[in-house]
């Protein structure tokens, strides 16, 4: 059973930082690309940034140079930090397996404001 549990959201001011982690189990981890999306509210969930199983990223053209996806092959666990956050980041926070890509976690709040 695929399970991904993110975490690490928050309120940040404009210009703050955060990090979150998505812990993924019931897959072959290292083997899969991993994307964090992000949905705001009445909007459609968009992709943010991927990272492959060999490590090579790629990120929406909004987020680039301020957001860096990473990941950690013996924790299971994949990364997205996140700084100069503005409040057009505020979204729910989700990630997402290229072999299971119907399953999803619960997300994980960002909320940028003052």
């Known amino acids: 059973q695929v399970q991904l549990v993110e975490s690490g959201g928050g309120l940040v001011q404009p210009g703050g930082s955060l990090r979150l982690s998505c812990a993924a189990s019931?897959?072959?981890?290292?083997?899969?690309?991993m994307t964090w999306y992000r949905q705001a509210p009445g909007k459609q969930r968009e992709w943010v940034a991927t990272?492959?199983?060999?490590?090579?990223?790629n990120y929406r053209d909004s987020v680039k140079g301020r957001f860096t996806i990473s990941r950690d092959n013996a924790k299971n666990t994949v990364y997205l930090q996140m700084n100069s956050l503005k409040p057009e980041d505020t979204a729910v926070y989700y990630c997402?397996?290229?072999?299971?890509?119907?399953?999803w976690g619960q997300g994980t709040q960002v909320t940028v404001s003052l």
């Open positions: 019931g897959i072959i981890f290292s083997r899969n690309d």
């Open positions: 997402n397996a290229f072999s299971h890509s119907d399953s």
């Open positions: 990272i492959t199983s060999s490590s090579t990223t």
